[in-house]
């Protein structure tokens, strides 16, 4: 039984893989301490929607530095409207001076372009007769890599129930959606 859980834990984590599409660079220290795990707890809404039950009227503000000096900024505001919870982010990535090569080896490259990613999220909460939390974001992204752009959008699910005092039990979907694709040839 064992067995067909974990090919079926492997094919079905193949088929929604992350890319530059629905990029997931962490904008919190904890993010990238549990390496984005914690899809139970109650640590961050990207990790699993289903948090935002859980917490209270908050707004954050994050500059990120990553790799090859990809710099930008997360700003995340939430709030809580009678029974609902809702929270609203806007996200900005990009770096200026990516070298342009030629197909053919050089020492010298034949510019520089700019990369950028820029995204917009809404999360909230599914009230319910059941005792176990419902959250989904929506997200809306737009990304620029030399003469192609991409846009378009992505939902995510979370689910959460504490089964005893310490235990809780967590089930996320992420990155569903589409994108699309357009060059300005």
Request: net charge positive; charged share 10%; no cysteine.
């Given at each position: 039984?064992?067995?067909?859980?974990?090919?079926?834990?492997?094919?079905?984590?193949?088929?929604?893989?992350?890319?530059?599409?629905?990029?997931?660079?962490?904008h919190k220290a904890e993010i990238i301490a549990l390496s984005n795990t914690g899809i139970a707890g109650n640590i961050d809404v990207d990790i699993n929607p289903a948090s935002i039950n859980q917490k209270n009227s908050f707004i954050g503000f994050s500059n990120n530095k990553w790799l090859g000096d990809l710099s930008g900024n997360k700003i995340f505001y939430s709030w809580k409207n009678k029974e609902y919870i809702q929270g609203l982010s806007f996200e900005y990535l990009g770096i200026d001076d990516v070298e342009l090569r030629d197909d053919i080896p050089n020492d010298i490259p034949q510019g520089q372009i700019n990369v950028n990613w820029i995204s917009f999220d809404y999360v909230g909460n599914i009230k319910n007769s059941f005792d176990f939390d419902i959250g989904y974001k929506i997200k809306l992204n737009y990304s620029k890599l030399y003469l192609q752009r991409y846009y378009g959008y992505t939902f995510d699910f979370g689910f959460k129930k504490n089964v005893h005092e310490y235990v809780d039990v967590g089930f996320v979907v992420k990155n569903l959606g589409y994108e699309y694709k357009s060059n300005d040839v």
């Open positions: 039984m064992i067995k067909y859980f974990i090919i079926g834990y492997i094919f079905f984590s193949s088929l929604f893989s992350i890319g530059l599409k629905a990029l997931l660079v962490p």
